[in-house]
């Protein structure tokens, strides 16, 4: 009797461990190298871990970014002056019989970034077309055919689109494109461009130093710059 007590007790501290060392120990960590590595770039720098519900269900519910979902989550938010970013993973359940699965619709950076100056039309670009058009939106085909087979653009003003969509700036964001490794939605809104990749990347996973942090958000932060420059004086 006294051994299965003392076997029991033994058992419920290394699970109790466990747990302790996974909350206690893993997440601090993780947050205090990602922390250091982005206030070395900049001390001003806002950085949170905690996964929590993200604000992209109320935008993906007027937009249809990523339409088949309707559960989101975000992890490693940081807000960098105008930049706002964040890991998110939106995903819906599928029900058969008695049992479920989760099915992942978008795993990736999302970027949020407010533009001081105006674009005269809102719009949203996709690789994915929909369903339907959101609300007070027009599917729109541009005169480079390569660009049409590979994006869906919705705009709320096509004369102002065309105008905004020049052949330089078609050719920058095929460029741009090409080197981002995943699915890409880009949208300007009401004066943000909202930027995602669905490349199944957490940018931060597996990163142990500092230095390694600040490299790779920089490297995040110039990706998502060479885009708002496209659309920057215009």
Same mark, same amino acid.
């Given at each position: 009797m006294y051994f299965f007590i003392f076997f029991l007790i033994i058992a419920l501290l290394i699970w109790g461990g466990r747990y302790l060392y996974k909350i206690k120990v893993v997440i601090p960590y993780k947050n205090k190298v990602i922390k250091k590595g982005l206030q070395e770039y900049n001390k001003s720098i806002y950085y949170e871990y905690e996964p929590k519900q993200s604000r992209f269900d109320s935008i993906n519910s007027l937009y249809c970014l990523v339409p088949s979902a309707n559960r989101y989550i975000e992890t490693d938010l940081i807000i960098d002056e105008n930049i706002t970013s964040y890991d998110l993973e939106a995903y819906h359940m599928v029900h058969t019989g008695k049992s479920s699965h989760k099915v992942v619709d978008f795993k990736g950076r999302m970027y949020d970034v407010f533009q001081e100056?105006?674009?005269?039309? #809102?719009? =949203?670009?996709?690789? *994915?077309?929909? /369903?339907?058009?959101?609300?007070?939106?027009?599917?729109?085909?541009? &005169?480079?055919?390569?660009?049409?087979? %590979?994006?869906?653009?919705?705009?709320? *003003?096509?004369?102002?689109?065309? @105008?905004?969509?020049?052949?330089?700036?078609?050719?920058?964001?095929? $460029? +741009? $494109? !090409?080197?981002?490794?995943? %699915? +890409?939605?880009?949208?300007?809104? /009401?004066? @943000?461009? =909202?930027?995602?990749?669905? /490349? !199944?990347? /957490?940018?931060? !996973?597996? +990163?142990?130093?500092?230095? !390694?942090?600040? $490299?790779?958000?920089? &490297?995040?932060?110039?990706? =998502?710059?060479?885009?708002? $420059?496209?659309?920057? #004086?215009?």
């Open positions: 100056k105006n674009v005269k039309c #809102n719009f =949203i670009l996709k690789e *994915e077309i929909l /369903d339907r058009s959101p609300s007070g939106y027009t599917l729109l085909n541009l &005169e480079l055919i390569s660009f049409n087979k %590979k994006f869906n653009l919705y705009v709320s *003003e096509q004369e102002e689109a065309f @105008h905004l969509f020049t052949p330089v700036v078609i050719k920058k964001l095929m $460029e +741009l $494109e !090409e080197k981002c490794g995943g %699915k +890409l939605f880009l949208a300007y809104i /009401d004066s @943000h461009i =909202i930027y995602g990749v669905n /490349d !199944e990347i /957490d940018w931060f !996973e597996g +990163l142990s130093t500092s230095a !390694e942090v600040k $490299e790779q958000y920089l &490297e995040q932060r110039a990706r =998502i710059l060479a885009f708002v $420059e496209l659309f920057r #004086n215009k």
